[in-house]
């Protein structure tokens, strides 16, 4: 595993949906699609009254409005989600709805390492089953950048359903009941050592042709973008006009961002342009 934390800006953002704390409350009424509650642990007339939003009340499905499953004077736990200033408190019903789910999402921490099996692979990420989740549920989740530090075209070239992965944790959120995992985190990064070749010539394999350029292997792991602009001044309905997958071609690197796993290119003009600097 990469000395670095290629995630950390990320989890310094998903770090605002850790769960909140729990609040018991009681149902007082409807504001539209809204559910008001009284927190039952204030009282007379510090008596406060939070806003259960209609998305924050139950992860069925197909709920119209929320008295089909709330009614007045029902008391229950709600997760506290936040306030603007001046306005209600708001609070999630649905992060309490289950609370073996609950109970198995706060147990879970980001950095944690988890195994499961591969449930679905959709254009749009993987989901996992994973070990120890309640029944019924479907807890884990890989979004596509997350599988593999190489380019892929779609996560079947991956993973596969039914196969047996280790991931690290990324996020777990009561909110949505989906625990956000990575298989990349416990990969070794390419791109990490490959940073010390900024401003090296290399000879690489184009290997995707795009609108806006091509792709060049330029190390085992590692592909760089070469922008169309770097291939001709002339506008051009396709790179594939010039080049062809499979070719080989000269390159400089330009930049690396290990963190996200990119490689800029530039083109190699001339012999005296080929002149390792």
Known sequence: MPESDPYAPVRSLLDRREPGPVRRVQVIGFDGTDTLVRLLDTEGDNAEVGRIPRHEASMRRHISHPSEIFEVGREMEAEEIGRRRGEQLSLSARACENQELRSFLTGIRPG????GTVSGVHDFGVFVRLDGEPAGVLTGFVRVPDLS?????????AVEPGQRITAEVITSETRKGQVTISLKALQDNPFADFASRIGQVLDGTITKIVPFGVFVQVAP????LLHVSELTDEP????????REGALIRVRVAEVDTRLGRVGLRAVADA?????V
Do not use: M, R
Not at 236 to 243: C, G, I, M, Q, Y
Not at 272 to 276: G, L, P, S, V
């Open 112 to 115: 944690q390492v988890v195994s």
């Open 149 to 157: 530090w190489s380019w892929i075209d779609h996560p079947s070239q």
């Open 221 to 224: 792991g590692v592909e760089g």
């Open 236 to 243: 051009v309905e396709s790179p594939a006009f010039l080049v």
């Open 272 to 276: 005296a342009d080929a002149a390792d």
